[in-house]
């Protein structure tokens, strides 16, 4: 007796629709055998008519998960958990530990005078700083004090290690990793440094002073590697940047005032596998729905709001985290009318355009805004 299986019909010309008979389902058993199938009654499943995410949007508050971040420093030591972090974990990629899609997110908590050991993966990696005083980060020799809002890289194959300095406060930061694509194409190794910390070799702060001026390149600078050179993207310059932009720009319908991390070296993304940007609201801004492809996870750097998602509504404070998985429709609005909002977004877009797969929509009806069915 052939058992019962899924199959996805669909009652389209041009799609597959055959129905099962005692002859075919006895068939589908055979070919089993064989590690084999057919392909129509698969088909409409593996190829959906547009991309359908296993993500579902999400909103991390802050002041939900900041206590409970913190007492994972009485729980555990860093030497112990090698990485002491929370992960967010979405509860349609759980199987991959994935925020959204194919990008990994967590909050890492240290106390002054901690250290985690040194290693290097071919997953790439940033951090977004959330609080705290006197945390740095190591990447190849190259040390970086970090502040709140600061943006730091630690790309693949690069030695890194993060650490408190003793005269420091506790501090908390967003670490965002493509671990789940590495994994996903079965490409991810790891190595623990043979010392467990690495030398500083170079001035600290080296590679943003000497890539991060505007408008200007080092005499001699020459740089050829997949990642940006300025390993870390300081608050202020980027909050100053986006002001001046402001001020001569409509924006975008979509996104307000958008500007994009790029590598000063190619003007490319910071990373070949996840960009970054920093967007800004204007006082009483509210922008228009579209959706892309990619995956995005967003970090509310400063002011309050809320995101309609799929037609769900969250509203959001400083520090807090949402996620829009691909092809989600998605608009944002600023709740002060005197303030600006920031909004930081970790993505997948340069996997997405450098493989031709990007493509974007804008929500046509109601001026552009979604109904709000929750
Ligand atoms: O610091 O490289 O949150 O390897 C998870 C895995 C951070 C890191 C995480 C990691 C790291």
């Given at each position: 007796m052939a058992k019962p299986r899924e199959n996805y019909r669909e009652d389209v010309a041009g799609r597959a629709n055959v129905e099962d008979t005692p002859e075919l389902l006895a068939y589908y058993d055979e070919l089993d055998t064989y590690n084999a199938g057919a392909l129509w009654t698969v088909a409409n499943k593996i190829e959906p008519w547009e991309p359908k995410s296993d993500s579902v949007p999400v909103l991390w508050r802050y002041r939900d998960l900041r206590s409970h971040v913190l007492r994972s420093v009485d729980l555990v030591t860093p030497e112990k958990a090698g990485r002491r972090v929370i992960y967010l974990n979405n509860p349609g990629r759980t199987d991959v530990a994935a925020a959204v899609g194919w990008i990994y997110a967590g909050l890492q908590v240290m106390h002054p005078g901690e250290r985690a050991s040194a290693h290097r993966h071919s997953a790439s990696a940033v951090r977004f700083i959330m609080e705290g005083s006197g945390a740095y980060t190591v990447v190849d020799g190259h040390k970086m004090t970090l502040g709140a809002n600061d943006f730091v890289l630690t790309p693949n194959g690069t030695w890194h290690e993060h650490a408190v300095?003793?005269?420091?406060?506790?501090?908390?930061?967003?670490?965002?990793?493509?671990?789940?694509?590495?994994?996903?194409?079965?490409?991810?190794?790891?190595?623990?440094?043979?010392?467990?910390?690495?030398?500083?070799?170079?001035?600290?702060?080296?590679?943003?002073?000497?890539?991060?001026?505007?408008?200007?390149?080092?005499?001699?600078?020459?740089?050829?590697?997949?990642?940006?050179?300025?390993?870390?993207?300081?608050?202020?310059?980027?909050?100053?940047?986006?002001?001046?932009?402001?001020?001569?720009?409509?924006?975008?319908?979509?996104?307000?005032?958008?500007?994009?991390?790029?590598?000063?070296?190619?003007?490319?993304?910071?990373?070949?596998?996840?960009?970054?940007?920093?967007?800004?609201?204007?006082?009483?801004?509210?922008?228009?729905?579209?959706?892309?492809?990619?995956?995005?996870?967003?970090?509310?750097?400063?002011?309050?709001?809320?995101?309609?998602?799929?037609?769900?509504?969250?509203?959001?404070?400083?520090?807090?985290?949402?996620?829009?998985?691909?092809?989600?429709?998605?608009?944002?609005?600023?709740?002060?009318?005197?303030?600006?909002?920031?909004?930081?977004?970790?993505?997948?877009?340069?996997?997405?355009?450098?493989?031709?797969?990007?493509?974007?929509?804008?929500?046509?009806?109601?001026?552009?805004?979604?109904?709000?069915?929750?």
């Open positions: 300095e003793s005269s420091g406060t506790p501090c908390i930061w967003q670490d965002g990793l493509d671990i789940p694509l590495v994994n996903a194409l079965e490409a991810n190794f790891y190595e623990v440094h043979p010392d467990l910390s690495q030398a500083v070799t170079y001035a600290v702060d080296d590679m943003t002073k000497t890539w991060g001026n505007p408008g200007l390149t080092p005499n001699g600078g020459n740089w050829s590697k997949g990642y940006s050179p300025m390993f870390k993207y300081e608050w202020a310059p980027t909050y100053e940047a986006l002001g001046r932009y402001a001020e001569c720009t409509d924006g975008s319908p979509f996104d307000g005032v958008l500007m994009e991390y790029v590598n000063p070296a190619s003007n490319g993304p910071v990373m070949k596998t996840m960009g970054a940007s920093m967007q800004m609201l204007r006082p009483g801004e509210r922008t228009r729905a579209h959706r892309h492809t990619g995956s995005y996870l967003y970090h509310v750097s400063k002011g309050r709001g809320h995101s309609i998602i799929n037609g769900q509504r969250f509203d959001w404070q400083e520090r807090d985290i949402f996620c829009v998985p691909s092809w989600a429709w998605h608009e944002h609005a600023n709740a002060s009318d005197t303030e600006d909002a920031c909004l930081f977004c970790l993505n997948d877009l340069p996997v997405m355009r450098s493989l031709g797969l990007y493509r974007e929509e804008a929500f046509g009806d109601n001026g552009g805004h979604q109904p709000v069915v929750a």
